[in-house]
């Protein structure tokens, strides 16, 4: 599944929440289809041309599937920390870095 939103301080931005695959049908590029599935409908029916999203460093699967994503639309990708570890109360919790990719141009 995907799940995402329209950020309504930014029309033209989605932001991607969660993207997730079935351990038994990892490996065979769903996620890749999911998100480019999500962000041409989007872009479609909205007008997005920017995709955010939030990736901890240790979460290397969603970091080369977003980079993965960058490349294919021929977009740059900016990343910057969004939280810091110290804005986790619940114990111990890597960074989250804001991926930014765009502008986005059709599907690859």
């Not at 910057?80 to 990719?101: K, N, Q, S, W």
Request: charged letters at 25%.
């Amino acid at each position: 599944f995907i799940t995402g939103y329209v950020r309504p301080d930014s029309p033209d931005t989605l932001l991607v929440w969660q993207v997730a695959v079935d351990g038994t049908y990892r490996g065979r590029g769903l996620a890749a289809t999911l998100v480019d599935g999500l962000a041409d409908r989007v872009a479609r029916e909205r007008g997005i041309t920017i995709l955010e999203t939030t990736i901890s460093p240790d979460n290397t699967a969603s970091q080369r599937l977003f980079t993965s994503f960058a490349e294919r639309r021929g977009a740059r990708l900016e990343r910057e920390v969004l939280f810091e570890t110290a804005v986790f109360p619940d114990g111990p919790h890597e960074p989250e870095v804001l991926y930014r990719i765009g502008p986005l141009s059709a599907g690859g």
